[in-house]
């Protein structure tokens, strides 16, 4: 009779990578953690306690409507205010340096995770990352969107695509100076 070795719960439901988790924890920084849906982008700054995991700073891409978001609240130029915002906040908290969690994501270059680690260290955190894998300028105020809905106004039925340069600067400027 063979002794059958049972998984962690949260292993089993492939939620959590033990084995980057502990490398991670190690470093004794807290951690940025990014978390996308089609519509959202959730990033906070959580730091490890015996107890659990606290969260120290968290914003959703939903407080950008307040601040006159009028955009999607799901695409890169959001993912980078989003992570502006919650790199302003961290800051107030006393937050100086941390290191990005993925999670069980994949590493895309210049995808909606590193624009919001972008707008995090654009607010003063410190993050270890290579520039080469951060979206360009470009793509973070959302000159991709505006161009391909040039091709294909079809496809835009309630967005304005072509205001969304002025709503990004806009943005940007309400949270820099309020932070």
Known sequence: MSKLNVQFRR???KKTDYRQRLKLLLSNRPRLVVRKSLKR?????????????????????????KLGW????????AAYLTGLMLGKKAKK???????LDLGFKSSTKGSRVYA??????????????K?????DDKRISGE????YAAQNKN??????????????????????KNG
């Open 11 to 13: 292993k089993r439901e």
């Open 93 to 99: 908290k006393g937050v100086s340096d941390a290191i």
């Open 70 to 77: 009028n955009q999607n609240t799901g695409n890169t130029p």
């Open 155 to 176: 496809n835009f039925t309630k967005a304005r695509p072509e205001q969304l340069k002025q709503a990004f600067e806009k943005v940007k400027k309400e949270i820099e």
């Open 41 to 65: 982008i959730t990033a906070q700054i959580v730091e490890y306690t015996p107890d659990g995991d606290k969260v120290v700073a968290g914003v959703n891409s939903k407080a950008l409507i």
């Open 131 to 135: 520039e080469d894998i951060l979206p």
């Open 116 to 129: 919001t680690l972008k707008g995090v260290i654009d607010a003063g955190i410190k993050i270890p990352v």
């Open 144 to 147: 991709h969107i505006i161009k």
